[in-house]
């Protein structure tokens, strides 16, 4: 699958009203600790996702702020379902890890000291595969717009597999990385910095999910746009 990153990056100033959109979602994202406006943000990208399974060209915009929070939280339900595993697998490893540490013998701290290495090891692992899957579960929301899709094994599996995800998911990934790298550098500058990076972010989010949406229309075959009037709505 050929993908144009230039095409990827500028994906969010594809609307005469892009830079209302990005402010509107940067300060969303900034003040994301209040937890409503992180709803809202999980609702948004779950919109670029449903965007990119389409082959919309200009990015969705704020509005319908109901049906944006309601889906924001269903999103966010499904990540959590799906970081269930990772989390309990840190929660073992690195609590057991802990404990032996805490026997203070040598023998215990040596154990302890390599368990909570391999603990980490594998919770890094783990989550990272899980977001690769989870991905998925929240594309197929976005388009069949039932909390179950979310978790279609069939689906899934047939998508995980598929290069024609896998690839723009390689894209969107490091299209975050990239973004990382310039709020670090922006966060440098006290206060101002670390505003700016918060609208930089929102913006790299919005460009790797429409690409993850194009990469799941792709390997399931809806990315022609005749899915484009699925109700989005909750079933």
Do not use: C
């Not at 915009?61 to 309601?70: E, P, Q, S, Y």
């Not at 499904?78 to 840190?90: E, H, K, S």
């Amino acid at each position: 699958m050929a993908i144009d990153l230039e095409r990827v990056v500028t994906y969010p100033t594809n609307d005469d009203d892009w830079l209302k959109t990005v402010l509107i979602g940067g300060a969303l994202t900034l003040f994301a600790f209040l937890v409503v406006p992180a709803f809202l943000v999980f609702g948004y990208v779950l919109r670029v996702l449903r965007a990119g399974i389409d082959g919309t060209e200009a990015p969705p915009v704020f509005d319908d702020w109901g049906t944006l929070l309601k889906e924001g939280v269903v999103a966010f339900v499904v990540v959590i379902v799906y970081q269930l595993i990772p989390l309990l697998a840190f929660v073992l490893t690195v609590g057991g890890s802990l404990a032996a540490i805490g026997t203070g013998s040598e023998a215990g701290a040596g154990i302890g000291i390599a368990g909570l290495l391999g603990g980490l090891a594998l919770s890094t692992l783990l989550a990272l595969i899980f977001s690769y899957v989870t991905l998925i579960g929240l594309a197929n929301y976005a388009h069949e717009g039932t909390f179950g899709s979310a978790f279609d094994l069939d689906v899934i599996t047939s998508v995980a597999t598929d290069g024609a995800y896998a690839i723009p998911w390689l894209y969107g990934i490091g299209v975050l990385i990239a973004a990382n790298i310039v709020a670090g550098i922006l966060g440098l500058v006290p206060f101002v910095g670390a505003i700016a990076g918060a609208f930089v972010f929102f913006y790299a989010q919005v460009a790797a999910a429409w690409v993850w949406g194009m990469g799941f229309g792709d390997a399931t075959d809806l990315g022609d746009g005749s899915d484009a009037d699925v109700d989005p709505a909750i079933a």
